[in-house]
């Protein structure tokens, strides 16, 4: 696992390379392939290619496959920038929540601190510690959860959980 900065430096290093393939003459379709090249380092800076591919693996339910691919970034405060330490957090919470929703609940509220960029994650986020929220008999707080994941959620993709979980919450 490389640290985020030495992605930045194989870029840079790519693109002064393409300068001086232009400055040397008879090069410049060498320089403009290295510039585009370079593209590749500067994406896996902003999207880790760890989190991509655990992303990849959930959507097919391999959460076993996801955990593999999560487990390979050793250090995430130095290998993530902010918001991919978010989506870190995010989809071990994910991955617990089917075993552990205690455990869960830390991993949750720390992507939320962390941020995430898309406002669909973050209602799911919110919709998971509502629901651990219920099963420990907090309701205020689980009321709270669930009126601003509902605000969140602007395509209306979780109103049938939300909707389910409102009637929970009426019988505690």
Known sequence: MFHRFIKLIIAVLMIAFAIYLFIDGGNTGNGIFLIILSAIPIFLYYKNEFI?????KLRKQDFAGAKVWLDKIKNPETALVRKQQGYYNYLH???????NLHQSEKFFKKAIELGLSMDMDLAVAKLNL?????????????????NEAKKLDKQGMLNDQIKMMKEQMKKI
């Open 52 to 56: 991509l591919l655990a992303f990849l």
């Open 93 to 99: 919470g994910l991955m617990l929540s089917q075993t």
């Open 130 to 146: 509502a629901g651990i929220a219920m099963s420990r008999r907090r309701k205020m707080e689980a009321t709270a959860l669930l």
